[in-house]
Each structure stands twice: as C-alpha cells, then as structure tokens.
C-alpha cells in the first residue's frame, strides 16, 4: 500500500455549506489558486447542480485552476472534482463543470444508513443498489475518474455498505469516500469501519482509493480521519480551518501537521507545503467572514502563543520546550518582506506574483493606486497588508451597491452621526445620514435605510491586519436575510435563515466596517435574486 495520501479539499463545496460561508465566483477561483499552489490533490470545486452560478464558478476553476498555468508546465495540477446527488441531471451538471479541466472528476452520492433510506430518501435498500450501479456506470460513461459516497456511511450497516461499494467498484468508482456525514462515530469505530470495508467490498483492489469524510459534532472529526487512515484509507476530505456544515468538516492543517509532526507513529507524506496554511487560512477566513477561534490547532492567533510564565520560561530557554511545531512550518511569522512609499509599481507586480497573484495591467494598476494610497497613510506595508488591500479590491461580491463616501462624527460631544453615500445599481446616488450609539451603528443604519433589505447583524469582528498604531483594519461581519421569515417555524428557520460573510479593509475603521457590511449585504441580495439549492 502506497504511504502518500491525497488530500481532496472541500472548502468550497461542502465548506462553503457552512452557514454565512458563501462565496463569490471572484473568491473561490482566489482560494481554489491558493489550494493548487498548496498542492491539494483534489479540489472539490462545488456542487453544479445548486446554482447556474455555481455550475459557473466550478467550470472557470476547472479552467483556470484545473490546467497547467501558461509558461508552467511543471506545475503540479490538481483534479477538479463537482459534486453530484445520484441522478442523471445532476451528474450531467458536474460533468459540464469539470469537463475543461486536465484531470476532471465526478464524484456522485446516496445515503446508505436505515434512517436515510426511510425517511429522506424513501427508497428501499435494493433501490439505492441499483442506483447506485445505473449512476455510477452513467457518469462513467461520461468521465473516467469517478467518485462514489455512501452518505451517513457512519451509521449505516456495514454489510449493507460491502454490498453498494461492491457495486460501485463494479460500475467503474475508482474512489470510496466513506463520509460520517453527522459526526457520530469514535475513532475506534471509524478505524473498524474502513477496515472492514478494504477486507470485505468484493472487487476491492490496489487501484481502489479508500476515502475519509469525517464531520466534527462531537469534536472527533480529525481523531476519526486520522483513525481511518491508519486503517488504509488513502485520501482525506477536508477544508482550511475546518469549515463546514454544522459544527464542520475535518481540518486540513490539523489532519497534515499530524501526519507531519507524528511521522515516525504514521509514515506518510502528503503534497502540502505547509507554510501557506496561514495565509491560506486567512484568505478563506476574509472571504467566508468565518473568523478563526484563536485557540484553533496551527492557525488560530494563539497556537503559538505562550502565557504562563513557566512556559515563557522553558520556551526562552529552548523552543522544544513548548512547542511541538515550528511556527515558521505553518508560515507564522514568514510574511515580513516590508514595502513602503517609495516602492514602484514593478516591485509590486513582482511582490504579488511571489504571493501567487497573477493581475493584468488594468488589475495591476487598481492595486497600485490603493497601495499608494495605503502608503500615504502608513509606513511599512507588510504582506498581510497586501492580502487585506487585494482581498478589498478584487475579489467582493457583484458590485449593487458600492460605497462612494463616508463622514462621520463621534466622541463625547455629541450624538455620533453618520453620512453614507452608496452608489445603487443603475448607478443611482443615494445618501442619508443616521445617528446611532457609535460610529458604526449610526453608519449601519444609514447604510440599511439606503439598501433597505431586512436582516440582523449577527457577528461583528475586527481587528488589526499588523501591529502598530497606523496598522490596517480588517472586519468581517456575519448578516442574516430576514426576508420571508415570517411565514417559517422556528425549526425551519434554524435551517433555512441565510447567513452572509462580509469583509473590509482600511486604515479607517468606520470605512472598514461599512465596506465589510455591504460586501455581506451584496451577496446577500444576489444569492436571494437567484436562489440556490444546498446538498
Ligand atoms: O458529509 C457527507 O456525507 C457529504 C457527502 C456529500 C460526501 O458531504
Ligand atoms: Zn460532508
């Protein structure tokens, strides 16, 4: 048995599932980039069949992401895959997303356990086997690397799922993901599960991939991935900062540091340079609006950091001491490569292309006017600054509506008021001004009184891009659509109230903050103008 295992991203399928979580074309083609720069295996792109516009994003990713960059063709290209449910419309949809890239795959799904097949499917258990084989053999028909998931395989009857992976061996799966889709198993379990199946699916072979999909509702979802993979399982689905459904998918730092750290207990590789996993945290933290907790394994603000004074002690005198990792093998600290005033328009082309961002002219010129602005105002701009100012510019939701001005006035003197001028679609003008209990609710509720879409601001973050008193501001807001709510029950609600992310960066804070809540308002009105259906 092979000692690589392939790491399968699903940041912007079963991550971007994650409420508040959604994405805009523009990001997901960014963090797909950053994903294949990693060197992820296989970049689960999305599910077509949701949204024209996610059919859209996928078939640009498997385009651009999915093939070997011009000039580069030692690059190491990932396969892209697209999600389908287990019928013919469905899998025609991924394979008209996947079909551009070098290496497409399709990966097809049907729940397997007792309580799916009864209530959400309502198919008995020799109908989900022969639709299994009719939908495999279909999509293979259509594309040659395919992929099959027994959904809520983690509670389904482990002979039953000998007899669907049989099938689908059969009918041309090349790779079984066994997803404990609602987080319910222990390691030990998990570990007897794909055990069984690599001894008992009849036609297993060398080419068959074994795959882990594990969520985290019982905090186990990097044990149990780790547990199967002891077990023989080749790949793991996984997402940056763990992102997805309920309380998440399986980390991808987490599952690779371990593999990384503990590799005399393993002995396996992985693909992944590490040092990005900071930046590429970050990355999808601006763009779902999904902040990091700071005690989170490897790219949480604190799991570097040392506060006992024991500890500071032990760590001054050898960093063994404390820490099981390097910072800097994480990319902690690694961005320090300083730019000022009087840097020029070459060395930031060049900067960014060391970062891995690839801007025509017309970019490239937008990005430098913000510099220079950016530089007027602050003397050292750092590589996070960068992000942050890329981040702002080019990658945001469909422009409704767009922020033209911004005055406020605040203190102790007087009511704090706002003054917001946006710009509306037909690029219409609008201001109004507000007063509120601070700057930034006076300018939210000039911003409301203009767009006029109901929602509750659920999360407010912000914090400072680098130290030092002129540092860029970074806030990240989470909104929910309270449209149509009214009509829904509680539990409805709970699953169906939209949540959007929204991000903003400026050394200005109160223009940060209404940046980052209109970028949520935005997708907000576009994903409700188009509607979208989720696994
Ligand atoms: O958790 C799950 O079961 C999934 C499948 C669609 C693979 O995400
Ligand atoms: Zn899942």
Redesign the pocket.
């Given at each position: 048995m092979t000692n690589y295992v392939k790491i399968f991203d699903t940041t912007l399928r079963?991550g971007e599932q994650s409420p508040g979580a959604t994405m805009t074309s523009a990001e997901k083609l960014e963090v797909a980039r950053s994903l294949a720069r990693m060197g992820v295996d296989i970049i689960e792109a999305g599910f077509p069949a949701a949204s024209p516009d996610d059919l859209e994003a996928v078939r640009r990713i498997a385009l651009e992401v999915g093939n070997s960059p011009k000039g580069q063709p030692e690059f190491k290209v990932p396969i892209i895959a697209g999600?389908a449910r287990a019928n013919k419309s469905d899998i025609d949809k991924a394979w008209e997303a996947v079909k551009g890239a070098q290496k497409p795959r399709i990966h097809t799904?049907l729940a397997t356990s007792s309580i799916h097949m009864k209530h959400k499917l309502k198919m008995d258990p020799e109908e989900v086997v022969q639709r299994v084989s009719e939908m495999v053999t279909y999509a293979h028909s259509l594309c040659t690397d395919i992929e099959f998931?027994p959904?809520?395989a983690g509670r389904s009857d482990p002979e039953f799922l000998y007899i669907v992976l049989g099938e689908a061996i059969k009918a041309g799966a090349t790779t079984l993901?066994i997803?404990d889709?609602v987080g319910y198993t222990t390691p030990d379990e998990f570990y007897k599960l794909i055990e069984g199946i690599i001894k008992n699916t009849p036609g297993m072979h060398e080419g068959i991939t074994i795959s882990v999909?594990t969520?985290d509702d019982l905090g186990l979802a990097t044990a149990n991935a780790l547990a199967g993979i002891q077990a023989g399982a080749r790949q793991a689905e996984v997402t940056i900062n763990g992102i997805g459904e309920r309380a998440g998918n399986t980390s991808m730092e987490e599952v690779v540091m371990t593999l990384k750290t503990r590799h005399p207990v393993f002995g396996l590789e992985t693909g992944i340079d590490t040092q990005q996993f900071t930046r590429v945290s970050r990355l999808v933290s601006n763009y779902t609006g999904i902040v990091v907790q700071p005690n989170k394994a490897i790219v949480g603000a604190n799991a570097f950091a040392h506060e006992a004074g024991i500890h500071q002690d032990g760590m001054l005198k050898h960093q063994t001491t404390y820490e099981i990792m390097r910072p800097e093998d994480v990319g902690v600290n690694q961005t320090t490569l300083v730019m000022g005033k009087h840097s020029g328009r070459a060395a930031l082309r060049a900067r960014l292309a060391s970062m891995g961002y690839s801007l025509d002219d017309e970019e490239l010129n937008k990005a430098f006017a913000r510099f220079k602005e950016l530089a007027d105002r602050k003397k050292v701009i750092t590589d996070a600054d960068l992000e942050a100012l890329i981040a702002d510019e080019f990658y945001g939701p469909r422009d409704v509506f767009h922020l033209e001005g911004l005055q406020v006035s605040c203190g102790t003197l007087g009511m704090p008021t706002a003054t917001v001028r946006l710009r509306g679609p037909d690029q219409i003008i609008h201001d109004f001004a507000s007063m509120g209990t601070g700057p930034v609710d006076a300018t939210y509720k000039a911003i409301d009184a203009i767009i006029q879409t109901p929602c509750k601001l659920l999360e407010f973050n912000i914090h400072a891009v680098t130290e030092g008193i002129d540092a860029l501001g970074e806030v990240t807001v989470r909104v929910r659509s309270e449209n149509g709510q009214q009509t829904m029950d509680a539990q409805s609600e709970a699953i169906y109230a939209r949540v959007f992310g929204g991000h903003g960066a400026d050394t200005d804070i109160i223009v940060a903050s209404a940046k980052a809540y209109i970028n949520a308002l935005n997708k907000l009105i576009v994903a409700e103008t188009e509607g979208r259906q989720s696994?």
């Open positions: 079963d999600l799904f998931s959904e809520d993901n997803p889709t999909h969520h696994v």
